[in-house]
């Protein structure tokens, strides 16, 4: 059955596995990709796509509310995937605001112009809201978020999340607006902005830089590649319950320390550097402020409700994105010319 599906968010980093796998696996479907190109939105991690006939990219701001309305009147969408969003712990940190405005207002804007174009018919409709299992809050040394863990949000960024996933249960109840959520823990692969951990580290590896770990480095993180958490976002828009929330995550916790000494191992073979030299960058920083200790996922309703689980194992995939970014030298050196710079020595100086 063809579709018109809104993807939002699309030229950043998940948003562009997501656009590709539902572009190439149903050409039926017209694929809308609506980004801001913020400095996260990259069209270059979408040039593959550009000339097929299923694919539309829209540039545009999901606060501006006149501009969404009008998109969906032009485009009629059936669905919708919620995938734009200022997307930086830190950088809420210092600019919450630009959060409230993209996250909460962004959404609600959304939401309210799929509730009016759909009003008369929800058969086959679905808002799919994508959002993170920073909203459940920090964990101690046991245990793991489930569903039905209660909202703790501590960051402003978790909090907006926190916010949005608010706003879309209440259109469900209040409007019966269909919609699903998934709460993902951290994602890792290629096109990732180097703002993030990974992307980060493998580029100041690269240039010789300092690895700037955060207080002692015993925070816990689950690790996803990014790749399999768009398919569990397929699975779930394809075969979820309305109105139901799955958590997604890597069945795979690392201490951030633990996992940077296995990156330094890796990116000295890759770059064929003698074993212990990349770790000779790592330098202990400040820490972020309010800095949850440790998030851990159950994906089991996942997994047994709909099948889906990680294809890669962790060593693998991390082998993977190494090589991409190692390959990919000119997509790294374009993104961190420019305000990449001021970002930071401001962050870390
Ligand atoms: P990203 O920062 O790489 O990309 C965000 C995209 O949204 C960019 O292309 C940007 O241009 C666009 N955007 C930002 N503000 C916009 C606006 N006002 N209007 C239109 N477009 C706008 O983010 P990401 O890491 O790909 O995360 C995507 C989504 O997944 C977010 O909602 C995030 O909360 C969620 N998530 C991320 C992770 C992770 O580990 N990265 C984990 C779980 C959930
Ligand atoms: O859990 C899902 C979330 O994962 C997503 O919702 C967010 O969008 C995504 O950014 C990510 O949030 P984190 O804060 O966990 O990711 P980040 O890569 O910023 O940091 C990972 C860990 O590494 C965290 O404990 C902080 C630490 N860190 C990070 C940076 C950038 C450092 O020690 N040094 C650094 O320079």
Redesign the pocket.
């Known amino acids: 059955m063809s579709k018109i599906i809104l993807i939002t968010g699309g030229a950043g980093f998940i948003g562009s596995h997501v656009v590709r796998l539902f572009v190439n696996k149903y050409p039926n479907y017209k694929i809308v990709n609506l980004d801001k190109l913020t400095y996260a939105g990259n069209l270059e991690n979408l040039r593959d796509l550009e000339s097929l006939n299923n694919y539309v990219f829209e540039k545009g701001d999901i606060v501006d509310k006149e501009y969404i309305n009008r998109l969906f009147k032009k485009y009629k969408f059936d669905g919708v995937i919620h995938l734009a ?1 200022e ?4 950088r809420s940190i210092t600019n919450p605001m630009d959060f409230i405005m993209t996250n909460v207002v962004g959404t609600v804007n959304l939401l309210n112009a799929a509730k009016e174009l759909w009003k008369d018919n929800y058969n086959n409709k679905l808002f799919y809201h994508v ?4 909203v459940y809050g920090s964990l101690g040394e046991k245990g793991l978020f489930l569903e039905s863990t209660p909202y703790d949000p501590q ?1 402003p ?2 909090s907006s ?1 926190a916010s949005s996933d608010h706003f879309v249960r209440a259109y469900g109840n209040t409007y019966n607006l269909p919609f699903v959520i998934s709460n ?4 890792y692969g290629p096109n990732q902005f180097p ?4 992307p ?2 493998i580029n100041n590896i690269r240039q010789g830089k300092k ?5 002692d ?1 015993n ?1 816990t ?2 690790w996803l590649f990014v790749k399999d958490h768009a398919k569990a976002i397929d699975k779930i828009y394809h075969y979820g319950k309305e109105g139901e929330t799955y958590n997604i995550g890597g069945f795979n916790e690392w201490k ?1 320390i633990d996992l ?1 000494k296995v990156l330094c191992k890796q990116m000295d073979i890759a770059l064929n550097k003698d074993q212990g030299s990349s770790q000779s960058l790592i330098t202990y ?1 400040k820490d ?1 402020p309010g ?2 200790k440790r ?1 851990a996922i159950d994906a089991n309703k996942l997994k047994k409700e709909l099948g889906w689980e990680p294809t890669l194992q962790f060593e693998e995939g991390l082998a993977k994105t190494i090589s991409w970014y190692l390959e990919n030298q000119e997509w790294m050196d374009n993104v961190t010319s420019g305000e990449y710079q001021n970002y930071y020595k401001e ?2 100086k």
Do not use: M, W
């Open positions: 969003a997307s930086h712990v830190d959002s993170t299992d920073e960051s960024y978790s999340k993902c823990s951290n994602n703002e993030k951990l990974l980060l580290f690895l700037p770990v955060y207080g480095g925070f993180r689950d951030n940077i920083v972020r800095h949850d998030y962050q870390y």
